[in-house]
């Protein structure tokens, strides 16, 4: 159990972090009043905790390791163990919370209000420190080592903590100052051109919209051109158009060699951006994976829709128990029935209505085109043909029904 008190001097706002002992940003930064217990470096993984699926007090994970082990990629953020509860609380506001983000890569937390996602940014920074667990940033303990881990860092937390009666020059000009950046016009412009705000940097924030508000705080956080970003719900607030124009920029510093770590519970957000989803929930891991393990371990499998002028006939050939009635088909005169179609592994999902496409099962998306051959030499007048992919939102849900169980 530990307790938190406001950081004596501290300037007064909402984010916690910075860099040394001031922070570029309005902070109500929190220190915990406790002695921290000696880091225990981790063990390597058994394979039954690395296989898919792989359930500890009943939480998913898929364990992605270090360079170091040599059974993964090399690690931006380690966290293993970890565990915190504040002093008001009996529940526990992380729960032996493991978290590995590869260097260079998009990680996305994903989970409802109260997982845990801003307490773990937290704890990345070193504005909190865990009762238990192990811990590493860039290489680095965010206990002893939390100045120098916070030059390396850009951290956008879920308010805009700006200065409003300052305009945007003075809001970056500040901020370059206390990282030891080039405080210039010509060293603050760059960032502001790069998130296109830099035509009202004149202007008291006071007047910005919400979605300047974003922008600046965004190049605020690359002012200091970090190795790695920290983005607590990003688009907080947004219209559909700015977020998604936000997610955009930050895909594109993804690409440029930032490591990024961001939390959000919309599920939209992850959707075609991230490299490496993690499911929180209750402070604990419920699987972490890429977009494709995710599909392979809790998606339904590979699945086809297919739409045809005759879907009755389309079903009959998929399962074998007649050929298409279409006789102006070459092919149809000579076929009575057919054997199931190679590569088809399921029963057919009938339309609810002539217009609808019918669903089947596959053995994988790379029997399509073969599959599609099949149907249409059974004389199938086939109008279109696709791919099912189960949705980020499908995955999510299916992976919390597991978590249930």
């Not at 504005?127 to 916070?150: F, K, M, S």
């Not at 790379?366 to 099912?388: A, C, K, Q, T, Y």
Request: proline fraction near 9%; charged fraction near 20%; aromatic fraction near 4%.
């Amino acid at each position: 159990m530990v307790n938190s008190q406001p950081v004596a001097g501290a300037p007064g706002g909402n984010f916690d972090g910075g860099v040394g002992s001031a922070s570029p940003f309005p902070t109500d930064q929190t220190e915990l009043n406790a002695h921290p217990a000696t880091p225990v470096a981790p063990e390597a993984p058994t394979p039954e905790q690395t296989a898919p699926g792989y359930s500890d007090q009943s939480s998913y994970r898929h364990t992605l390791g270090q360079s170091a082990d040599g059974i993964g990629p090399a690690l931006g953020i380690d966290m293993r163990g970890i565990f915190l509860r504040f002093a008001e609380s009996d529940v526990p506001a992380l729960n032996n919370l493991d978290l590995q983000v590869p260097l260079g890569k998009l990680t996305v937390l994903l989970g409802p209000n109260g997982a845990g996602k801003t307490t773990a940014i937290r704890m990345i920074t070193g504005a909190l420190t865990p009762e238990v667990g192990y811990r590493r940033v860039l290489g680095r303990d965010p206990h002893t080592q939390g100045a120098d881990i916070r030059t390396r860092v850009g951290v956008v937390s879920a308010e805009p903590a700006l200065y409003e009666r300052l305009n945007g020059w003075e809001n970056l000009r500040y901020a370059a100052q206390l990282y030891g950046c080039d405080d210039s016009d010509a060293g603050i412009r760059p960032a502001a051109e790069r998130f296109g705000i830099e035509h009202a940097l004149d202007q008291k924030v006071a007047g910005y919209s919400t979605g300047m508000k974003t922008r600046l705080t965004l190049s605020r956080a690359i002012l200091n051109s970090p190795e790695l970003l920290l983005l607590d719900e990003p688009t907080s607030g947004l219209d559909p158009e700015s977020a998604k124009a936000v997610l955009e920029l930050i895909a594109e510093l993804c690409r440029d060699g930032i490591t990024v770590l961001m939390c959000t519970h919309l599920l939209s957000e992850a959707e075609g951006i991230a490299d490496q989803l993690v499911v929180l929930d209750a402070g604990r891991n419920l699987v972490s994976g890429t977009p494709d393990e995710l599909t392979e371990w809790f998606g339904p499998g590979p699945l086809m829709r297919i739409t045809a002028s005759d879907p009755a006939a389309l079903v009959n050939v998929l399962r074998g128990t007649g050929a298409a009635q279409n006789l102006s088909h070459p092919a149809a005169a000579t076929v009575a029935t057919r054997p199931p179609v190679p590569g088809v592994v399921g029963e057919p999902v009938l339309p609810n209505s002539a217009s609808d496409p019918v669903v089947v099962a596959i053995e994988d998306h790379s029997v399509i085109p073969d599959i599609v051959d099949h149907l249409v030499s059974s004389g199938i007048r086939i109008e279109r043909v696709e791919p099912v992919v189960p949705t980020l939102e499908e995955l999510y849900f299916s992976i919390r029904s597991q978590q249930r169980r």
